[in-house]
Every structure is written in C-alpha cells, then in structure tokens.
C-alpha cells in the first residue's frame, strides 16, 4: 500500500491491530466487533472510541450491555478519561421493568412510532432516556437525530446482540440491512459488537458488515488464552493469522509478530469460520 493510501485508513487505537489491518480500517464503513462473552470487546470497542477522541473526531458509545457509569468506571482503571465519548444510554432501566407490562404492550408504545411524531427535541430527548423498547428501527432513529445535533466520525454500539434479543422489530434482518445502510452513507466508521458464544451460527450482520474483527477466549484447560483473528476485510488484504491478544493496563494489545500457543490454536481449529 502506498503511503497516501494508508493515510486514509483510521487508526483503531491498537496499534498491533492496525498492523494487522496493513494501517487501520478503511473509514466510513461499518464493522462487526465480535468475540465470546468477556472476550475484551468492550475495552477494545471504547480504545477505538477514545483514538477518535485523540485525533479531534466526535465519538459516539450506544451503551446497551451495560449502564455508563459502569463502563466509565470499568476503563478508569486504564487511565482513561472518556469524559469527550458521547454515551447514549439505551441500557433497558429498572423503570421500564418495574412497569410489569407484557412484551405486547411494551411493542404497543413502540419509541419508533412515537419518535416519528415527536414535535420537539425535549420530547424526543424524554422519550429516549425513558427507553421503554428496543428496536434495531428506533436505534437508528435515534443515531438520525444525535446526528442532526452532533458530526460523530466514530461509532460503537454495544451490542448489537443485546439490541436483537430485546428488539421488537417484525423483521430483524432487514432492520440491519438498513441500519448499516444509513451508517454508512453517515461517513461513520462503526464498530458493531456481536456475541459469538458457541460459533455454530453466523450472525446477518457479519454477512452485510464490510469487516469482522474477532476476539477469542479460549480455555485451554490450565489458563486463559486470549487471541484476536481478522475474519473478513473488505478491500483491503489483512492477517490471517491469529495473534495473540492482552488485556493490561493499556487496554487491549495485540502482538502481530507473535504466535499463539499450540494448546489455544488447536481449539481454535475447530472454530467455523475461523482460519480460512
Ligand atoms: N485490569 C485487567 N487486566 C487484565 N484483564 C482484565 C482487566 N480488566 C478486565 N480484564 C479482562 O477483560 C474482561 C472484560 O473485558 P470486556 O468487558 O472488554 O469484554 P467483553 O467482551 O465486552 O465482555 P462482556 O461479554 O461482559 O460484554 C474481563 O472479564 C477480564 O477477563
Ligand atoms: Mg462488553
């Protein structure tokens, strides 16, 4: 690649990933963050956030696993001040559950609908910190308005797992097809997190993304390992080998020129979709 060419590519606040990557992702597009569960996605999706923060760009975290304090509190150990990340908090709350209403009523009072009709920004601004429902739909009604207030270049949602579990959409898959559509033609370079617990399956959104950038948790029997594999990179040539990975206290590091241990490669042998 040509250094001009590289300029182009967006840093993702790892620098063993952007190796990987031959300079970083390519910028404006959507891609799918996956791993198993506790597998350093978060950590990994904020690190590319806060690299945004550094360089001047606008960040946005669609916080749906965890409630932002927590994620705030969860990184400050790193040293981080994430106090420029936007966090829009669609974390389900207490409220919406302690209404004990049924999942068809909770889809009767869909935010979709009654953000369509919301006249003004403080009742939209109401209608969002109430989150009584999730959608795929509603989530990118409600990126539509942040941006209409704020140019973000970065975007995480976390996870887009979560927002399908919870989701009342009458059909998933086309809610995603669309909601990366409108990403992308937003200019946003996106990381979506997806759960792949027992890799059996292939979730839509890694078909449609324009990129997966998988973390793997493998018990070997005695420890941990950790290892990190680029399974699709659209337009671009890529490692593809997996490299080890670390969780320290500068967050996620991954080491290019290294090889994972025997024990953790021969689980991850077995894993479809992994090492084409
Ligand atoms: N200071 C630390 N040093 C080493 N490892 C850590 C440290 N803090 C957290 N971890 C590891 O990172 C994991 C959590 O990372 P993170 O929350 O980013 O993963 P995740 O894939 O988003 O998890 P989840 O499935 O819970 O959403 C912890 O379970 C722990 O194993
Ligand atoms: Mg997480």
Not at 73 to 89: A, F, H, T
Not at 236 to 249: E, K, L, Q
Not at 253 to 258: D, L, R, Y
Request: charged residues 25%.
């Amino acid at each position: 690649m040509t250094a001009a060419k590289k300029e182009l590519r967006a840093a993702t606040g790892v620098e063993g990933l952007d190796k990987m990557l031959k300079g970083g992702l390519i910028p404006g597009r959507p891609y799918v963050l996956s791993g198993s569960i506790g597998s350093g996605r978060t950590t990994l999706a904020v690190q590319f956030l806060q690299q945004g923060v550094r360089q001047g760009e606008r960040a946005l975290l669609v916080a749906i696993d965890e409630p932002p304090a927590e994620i705030r509190e969860n990184v400050r150990y790193l040293g981080w001040d994430v106090g420029k990340i936007r966090i829009l908090d669609v974390h389900p709350t207490a409220k919406a559950y302690s209404k004990k209403v049924s999942m068809v009523e909770i889809a009767a009072q869909r935010a979709v609908g009654s953000l369509r009709e919301a006249r003004d920004d403080a009742k939209a601004e109401a209608l969002k910190q109430a989150s009584p429902d999730l959608s795929v739909q509603s989530l990118q009604l409600m990126l539509k308005q942040e941006l209409q207030e704020t140019r973000y270049s970065r975007v995480v949602v976390d996870s887009l797992t979560t927002l399908k579990r919870l989701s009342e959409d009458q059909d998933i898959d086309m809610g995603l097809m669309s909601l990366l559509r409108f990403l992308s033609e937003a200019n946003l370079t996106c990381m979506l997190v997806t759960d792949v617990p027992d890799y059996t399956s292939i979730e839509p959104e890694i078909f449609i993304s324009r990129g997966e950038i998988r973390l793997h948790r493998i018990m070997t029997g005695t420890k941990i390992e950790r290892c990190l594999t680029i399974e699709k990179f659209r337009g671009s040539a890529h490692d593809t080998v997996p490299r080890p990975v670390a969780i320290a206290r500068e967050g996620i590091q991954v080491k290019p020129g290294k090889k994972v241990p025997k024990a953790a490669l021969s689980m991850l042998q077995g894993v479809p979709g992994s090492l084409q």
